[in-house]
């Protein structure tokens, strides 16, 4: 059974970060660790026996771009909030390169950091989630931010409350709606059959 | 940040969402009728929302898992790029994993 993280440490450490002490983020990159280690681990028990879960690379890359990132970090929970909003990119990066490789044929030579590590399936539905979700947002971005949350974060709902400084309660409504109308979005393009760009 | 207000249509659409589900799903056609009245859209809208309604989260959660394990079934990484930076070697491996020296790629 982990051990939750120190809340008040992670606050000083996010706010030293925060203040331009980059050492601060090396104490926080553990948490950023288990934070997207438990999303690649929920679910799916059994069904992969041998499957090895290494969470590492996907962490590592999200830690390079952290180490680079500009941002104004208050709480742990707003520095869980980017992080989906990081691995969202970088999941929409790996799987438009899946496309463009597809797509590309030939004897085209792409460098390592677009080798295809998503499969073709796998990459469609990522594109497809992430542009229905950014029309979500033009409809209405609180819904948007929250499913982003939820489903690339990781995060739980009270966590997601809490860094969009929301009830749960007012959670459960938006995502009522905001899932109904993803649902929506998905099936009639699936039923269309349009690849995504 | 700026961000657009919601337009009245997505606020009114989504009222009637909320509206509808307080009742019987058999007094929803009714209620539907008498908000919407000539508003086939709108009633489209509306209606297409509430059949899609459901508690199935697995849809929005599934890709994002798929994706990061297909990611993280990566067994070696040294030497490998990513994004700008070239990953040189392993530094040490712990409970979480393996951390990685890396350096900028136009550094080398």
């Known amino acids: 059974m982990e051990t939750p993280p120190d809340r008040q440490l992670v606050t000083r450490l996010l706010k030293e970060w925060g203040g331009g002490n980059k050492a601060a983020l090396d104490e926080l990159m553990p948490i950023v660790y288990q934070q997207l280690h438990k999303l690649a681990s929920i679910c799916l028990v059994g069904e992969r026996p041998n499957h090895t879960l290494r969470a590492t690379d996907l962490l590592h890359e999200a830690y390079l771009r952290l180490v680079d990132a500009d941002v104004d970090w208050q709480d742990r929970v707003h520095f869980f909030a980017v992080s989906a909003r990081l691995l969202r990119r970088i999941l ?19 460098s390592l950091d677009e080798s295809v590590m998503i499969g073709p399936q796998t990459a469609s539905e990522i594109v497809a989630l992430d542009e229905a ?9 609180r819904k948007s931010e929250i499913i982003e949350l939820l489903s690339f974060g990781g995060l739980t709902y009270d966590e997601t409350a809490a860094a969009l400084e929301i009830s749960p309660a007012t959670v459960d409504r938006e995502l009522r709606m905001a899932k109904a109308w993803l649902r929506r979005e998905l099936t009639r393009e699936s039923a269309e059959g349009s690849a995504p760009a | 940040m700026a961000t657009s207000p919601r337009s009245d249509r997505w606020v009114r659409i989504e009222h009637l ?16 009728d008498q908000a919407c009245r000539d508003d086939a859209e709108l009633r489209k809208e509306v209606e297409s929302l509430l059949q ?57």
């Open chain 1, 133 to 141: 979700l950014q029309r979500l947002a033009a409809h209405d971005r």
């Open chain 1, 92 to 110: 929409v990066d790996h799987a438009r390169a899946q496309h463009r490789q597809k797509r590309g044929g030939g004897v085209e030579t792409i």
């Open chain 2, 17 to 32: 969402f909320y509206a509808a589900l307080e009742l019987e799903p058999d007094s929803r056609p009714l209620f539907l």
């Open chain 2, 52 to 108: 899609m309604d459901s508690q199935t989260m697995g849809f929005l959660r599934k890709p994002v898992l798929d994706a990061a394990q297909q990611i993280t079934a990566k067994e070696e990484l040294s030497g490998k790029r990513i994004g700008a930076y070239q990953l040189l070697r392993v530094l040490g491996e712990g409970g979480m994993g393996k951390v990685y020296l890396a350096a900028r790629a136009d550094d080398l």
